[in-house]
């Protein structure tokens, strides 16, 4: 064992990051979540330095806030700033989709139809986290298959900054499951290869999930979700 040598920083940096960018991702960090340094850095059994600079990343992305006592916070959108942020994602997405259209594989459709058979049951069984992280599996697979990293990499940015919101799309009634119409007009267009079909079927689904992350910020604040 004493042959063994330590991970570089550089590497625990990178898996903080990698963690917090999941959880952030699927929705399981909620608005307004409190993260301190020495309560993560024990979570995750390491230092508390290569947690403080993995934090520190994200608040100068603008994903996560700084405050005092080594703690950072995770942003409580407005009704204002979480529109802005669906309506970019409408457009890179819409874009991903598109292009996916004409260079997704059969296989990566079929990885796709398996994800949406497990998010909608999920969905079925009220597993909010399960659902969230499946989703997220389902929309990636269509987005990496557009083969545009610099693409893909805003994509993964707006989800950084919208999916503490996600936590808002299963809260009290249940909403109607346009997702399966939405997901299955998009695989439709994914296998007849028509670019504007699959840009549709993207954008509406952003844009039914904005709508009902839109009306509960707007609950929260005691306002109307109208913008």
Known sequence: MSSLSAAPRKSLVGHVEEVLRQALIEGRLQPGTRLVTRELASSLGMSITPV???????????????????SFRVP?????????????????????????????SPDE??????????????RSADDTHLALRLNKEFRFVLY???KMPTLLGLIEML??????????LYVG?????????NYDDLLKALRSGQPQEACTAIERAIEDGAERVLQAIAERDGRSSAV
Do not use: D
């Open 52 to 70: 403080r600079e993995a934090l520190v990343r994200f608040v100068a992305s603008g994903v996560l806030t700084a405050e005092p006592s080594q």
């Open 109 to 122: 459709i079929g990885q796709m139809k398996t994800l949406l058979g497990q998010y909608l049951a999920a």
């Open 159 to 168: 989800w950084l900054m919208a999916g503490p919101g996600f936590n808002y």
């Open 144 to 146: 990496r298959a557009a």
């Open 76 to 104: 409580r959108l407005t009704v204002e700033q979480y529109s802005e942020i669906a309506e970019v994602r409408k457009s890179v997405e819409g874009l991903a989709a598109a292009k996916a259209a004409g260079r997704i």
């Open 173 to 181: 009634e249940r909403p109607a499951m346009t997702e399966h119409t």
